[in-house]
């Protein structure tokens, strides 16, 4: 398989998930700014719509988006526990996570990266994410991770979004137990190495 990602995007789930797979696969960066691959290709040429993640499997078979990636990963290792089993509650629990993960926070942080974005607009999406980051606060009460007791691709997303709070001024501190749960995700080996491999640590 092979990972097209861009270094610290929101591709770092799907890397991190591979990492916690185990799986045999290639990371390709590609930079969001130049949309170049290494070896010179043009990014559009393998996904035209220019964003990451993408995974290709090795039949040449290619998927977008992050949440089917990660889940796609997960079931390709059941033993692993990365996803419950589809078609039980807790698959759907799961889903309900990466759903919120993504329209919830991590949408509301993109305008905070658009340099065109007036101040105003900037301080709406602010004060929208810490409404958000409040109400996970509470959800993440004695909790290790977002599934109760395993780590799941969720919790991976989840870090990778809530790492973009430092670099676009969301304050996290009244949120103990997110600032908690980032220190307990980043610690994880394959969180590690997936970091590593990104040029992030």
């Given amino acids: ?86 078609g039980t ?8 996570w990466l759903s919120f993960i993504g329209t919830e926070l991590h949408k509301g942080f993109t305008p905070l990266f658009n340099a065109s974005m007036p101040d105003a607009g900037k301080e709406i999406s602010r004060a929208r994410l810490a409404s958000r980051y409040k109400w996970l606060n509470a959800e993440l009460e004695g909790k290790d991770f977002l599934m109760n007791d395993h780590f799941t691709v969720a919790d991976g997303y989840l870090f990778t979004v809530t790492n973009w709070a430092k670099t676009v001024g969301v304050d996290l501190s009244p949120y103990p137990n997110v600032l ?22």
């Fill in 1 to 86: 398989m092979k990972l097209y990602y861009s270094p610290g995007a929101c591709s770092l789930s799907a890397h991190i998930a591979l990492h916690e797979s185990g799986l045999a696969f290639q990371a390709i960066p590609a930079p969001t700014k130049t949309h170049q691959l290494p070896d010179g290709t043009d990014y559009y040429t393998i996904n035209p719509l220019g964003y990451v993640p993408l995974l290709e499997l090795d039949d040449g078979t290619r998927l977008r988006e992050g949440p089917v990636i990660v889940q796609y990963v997960a079931d390709q290792v059941p033993l692993k526990n990365l996803a419950p089993a589809n």
């Fill in 89 to 96: 509650l807790s698959r759907y629990r799961l889903q309900e």
């Fill in 180 to 201: 908690a749960f980032q220190t307990r995700i980043g610690a994880r080996p394959a969180v590690q190495d997936a970091l590593r491999a990104e040029g992030l640590v």
